[in-house]
């Protein structure tokens, strides 16, 4: 638990430093030798964060039938109480297939100038950063653990799933996405209020 914590300090200074470089008009740097990139097109930074997807899911549930037999209140009572069991079934059924955030494990990513790549199912999915809206939260705290360290989370402006990153390398993440997207008026955002304060 030491580790992560100061793992975690570590962290959060980088993001605080590239916060305070960019905030001063110095450009974020990168590599431009991967064969894949596009004119043009820098690799900024690679990471594994947890993912979470914004998505409904396909819930099938049952409910089992019943026999009663006896006196007509037993029958009555018997129909009204597998009556309230189907009813709450269906209402647990419907809040677990709601469009809620998914966690979807670790998973690699890439951040280049242009775009983030994701590697999710299998395959590497690309989210141009001109087409995304980037919301960061850097002091989140939620009851799942997956997302406890704060989390930047990419809401494509047309059709899509939004996506969420979190993990030890979401500070510094939170703070080039908002600069490539945005420009140095994006680290204005409240969700990078805290790199602001120090």
Avoid: I
């Amino acid at each position: 638990m030491r580790q992560y914590r100061q793992d975690l300090r570590e962290q959060w200074n980088e993001a605080l430093l590239l916060y305070s470089n960019l905030r001063n008009g110095q450009l974020l740097g990168g590599d431009k030798t991967l064969r894949w990139l596009q004119p043009g097109e820098v690799l900024c930074a690679q990471g594994w964060f947890d993912v979470g997807r914004f998505r409904s899911a396909h819930v099938s549930y049952s409910v089992p039938g019943y026999a009663a037999v006896g006196s007509p209140g037993f029958v009555a009572g018997a129909a009204l109480t597998h009556a309230v069991s189907a009813a709450a079934t269906r209402r647990q059924a419907a809040r677990r297939a709601a469009p809620q955030w998914r966690y979807y494990g670790a998973h690699p990513h890439l951040l280049t100038n242009h775009r983030v790549c994701s590697f999710l199912d299998n395959r590497w999915e690309d989210l141009p950063l001109a087409a995304v809206e980037v919301v960061p939260d850097l002091g989140k705290k939620t009851a799942k653990r997956h997302f406890g360290t704060g989390t930047v989370d990419l809401h494509p402006r047309v059709g899509g799933e939004p996506l969420r990153l979190a993990g030890l390398g979401v500070f510094w993440w939170a703070v080039a996405l908002r600069y490539l997207c945005h420009g140095r008026a994006g680290l204005d955002h409240p969700g990078l209020q805290r790199l602001a304060r120090g």
